[in-house]
C-alpha cells in the first residue's frame, strides 16, 4: 500500500531552520514527481516546492532562494530543508506522490517568536 509520512515539524523562531522528511513506502520514489504543498488557516493548499522524477525542481517564489527539496534515495525519501523562515511559512506542510495521487497527513510547521 502506498503511504507517506511526513516528520520535523515544529514551533521555530523567525530567522530559524527546519527540515521537513517525507518517508515512503509502497513504492519507489525515483519513479514519481513529489511536491511538498502547505496550507495556512483560512487559505488554499499551495505548491511549495516541486521534484520531478529526473533532476528537476522547481519552487514557489516565496520559496525560492529559502527552500531546498531533495531526496535520498537510499532511504526513499523526500527531505524539504527550510531556512530564512518567516511567519507567513506558518502552515501544515503536506507530502505528495504525483503518480499515485498519494498524501500524507501533514505536520505542522508554526514560526513565531
Known amino acids: 500500500q502506498v503511504q507517506l509520512v511526513e516528520s520535523g515539524g515544529g514551533l521555530v523562531q523567525p530567522g530559524g531552520s527546519l527540515r521537513l522528511s517525507c518517508a515512503a513506502s509502497g513504492f519507489n520514489l525515483q519513479l514519481t514527481a513529489m511536491g511538498w504543498y502547505r496550507q495556512a488557516p483560512g487559505k488554499q493548499r499551495e505548491l511549495v516546492a516541486y521534484s520531478g522524477s529526473g533532476s528537476v525542481t522547481n519552487y514557489a517564489d516565496s520559496a525560492k532562494g529559502r527552500f531546498t527539496i531533495s531526496r535520498d534515495n537510499a532511504k526513499n525519501t523526500v527531505y524539504l530543508q527550510m531556512n530564512s523562515l518567516k511567519p507567513e511559512d506558518t502552515a501544515v506542510y503536506y507530502c505528495?506522490?504525483?503518480?499515485?495521487?498519494?498524501w500524507g497527513q501533514g505536520t505542522q510547521v508554526t514560526v513565531s517568536s
Open positions: 505528495y506522490a504525483n503518480l499515485y495521487n498519494a
